[in-house]
């Protein structure tokens, strides 16, 4: 079985400080992570993916997120935040294949503090 | 925009109703899948369907069902409502059947009064 824990449920950081949101997954498989972005009214958008090539995944709009086996850690971060970047963001580990399903994170509000 | 459509955008009913949620998915896609989002419940998967058969099953009422058509678009029944139905549902499509990244459509947002 898969899951997730996403730690934060709000996150709030200056305009221009490091962001970093935290996932630790649970995986019976060798794990596929994503990050996906909610903004208000909108539907899910993927900002980045681990298919265990690169322990680095850089991803849309300046985000990068690191896979530490050792740690269960897929944690998001970005070096610089923009008041756009203000969302809410959720991990997610795909099911084994014949259920590819996406169990989801409980999801980081982000706030940007101008 | 990902590609994927969901008509209606908003859904407004009352308990003991049915109503049908459509999905298309990105031209070439032959995954569907269906999530519920919720306040209390987060997001949860629903269902998916690959090339028209049914997939793999998540906690989905008995009283929800769906399935895909030959041109691959999707629909989602809802029946019985209740007032915890009310939530945003969203489809997703992906390529095949592996553990491919699956894009998400806009969502359906479903009140029941």
């Known amino acids: 079985a898969q899951s997730v824990t996403q730690l934060g449920s709000h996150v709030s950081v200056s305009e221009g400080a490091l962001v970093l949101l935290r996932c630790n997954y649970s995986s019976s498989v060798p794990p596929y992570l994503f990050w996906y972005v909610q903004y208000p009214n909108q539907g899910l958008q993927l900002l980045l993916k681990y298919t265990s090539a690169a322990t680095l995944v850089k991803g849309i709009n300046g985000f990068e997120a690191e896979f530490k086996k050792s740690e269960t850690s897929f944690h998001l971060t970005k070096p610089s935040a923009h008041m756009s970047d203000a969302a809410e963001y959720f991990c997610?580990?795909?099911?084994?294949?014949?259920?590819?399903?996406?169990?989801f994170g409980t999801g980081t509000r982000l706030t940007i503090i101008p | 925009d990902s590609g994927v459509t969901q008509t209606p955008k908003h859904l407004i009913t009352a308990t003991g109703q049915r109503v049908t949620l459509r999905c298309s998915p990105r031209?070439?896609?032959?995954?569907v899948y269906w999530y519920q989002q919720s306040l209390d419940q987060g997001l949860q998967f629903l269902i998916q369907?690959?090339?028209?058969?049914?997939?793999a099953k998540g906690n989905i009422l008995e009283r929800f069902s769906a399935q895909q058509f030959p041109d691959l678009h999707s629909e989602l029944n809802l029946s019985s409502l209740e007032l915890g139905d009310s939530a945003l549902y969203f489809c997703?499509?992906?390529?095949?059947?592996?553990?491919?990244?699956?894009?998400f459509g806009p969502g359906t947002r479903l009140t029941v009064l």
């Open positions: 997610a580990v795909s099911g084994n294949f014949g259920n590819e399903k996406l169990t």
């Open positions: 369907y690959y090339n028209g058969e049914e997939r």
């Open positions: 031209s070439g896609d032959l995954s």
């Open positions: 997703a499509s992906s390529v095949g059947r592996g553990r491919d990244t699956q894009y």
